[in-house]
């Protein structure tokens, strides 16, 4: 059991070591993706709690913090200077797509809230 803990350990740090060389761009957007699932994670826990009365409501929220997140993560595949496959396309277009996703994604769930 301790050669398993001890291997754990090692995967831990060199994921730390490897994680301080990313870029701070990168890391504010994992923050980002961080906090809308961590959104979404309250929000179910909210609905588990009290109850799903206006059910849309709640989906719309729901589908908004995982949409968000996705296309952050898209985003972060975009910017990321590691990824040959993005490397013609300019941080500014691959915010500009981000921006006008979300628009997209956000008037829908206004949309589907009635």
């Given at each position: 059991?301790?050669?398993?803990?001890?291997?754990?350990?090692?995967?831990?740090?060199?994921?730390?070591?490897a994680?301080?060389?990313?870029?701070?761009?990168?890391?504010i957007?994992?923050?980002?993706?961080?906090?809308?699932?961590?959104?979404?994670?309250?929000?179910?826990?909210?609905?588990?709690?009290?109850?799903?009365?206006?059910?849309?409501?709640?989906?719309?929220g729901?589908?908004?913090?995982?949409?968000t997140?996705?296309?952050?993560?898209?985003?972060?595949?975009?910017?990321?200077?590691?990824?040959?496959?993005?490397?013609?396309?300019?941080?500014?277009?691959?915010?500009?797509?981000f921006?006008?996703?979300?628009?997209?994604?956000?008037l829908?769930?206004?949309?589907?809230?009635?």
């Amino acid at each position: 059991m301790a050669k398993g803990t001890n291997d754990a350990h090692l995967l831990i740090q060199s994921l730390r070591k490897a994680y301080t060389a990313t870029p701070t761009s990168l890391k504010i957007i994992d923050l980002y993706v961080v906090y809308a699932v961590a959104t979404a994670l309250i929000q179910v826990a909210y609905m588990a709690i009290v109850g799903s009365f206006p059910f849309n409501s709640f989906l719309s929220g729901v589908l908004s913090c995982v949409g968000t997140a996705v296309l952050a993560v898209c985003l972060r595949i975009q910017v990321n200077k590691d990824n040959k496959e993005f490397k013609d396309l300019p941080p500014e277009r691959a915010f500009a797509d981000f921006v006008l996703c979300n628009l997209v994604l956000h008037l829908v769930i206004m949309n589907f809230l009635g």
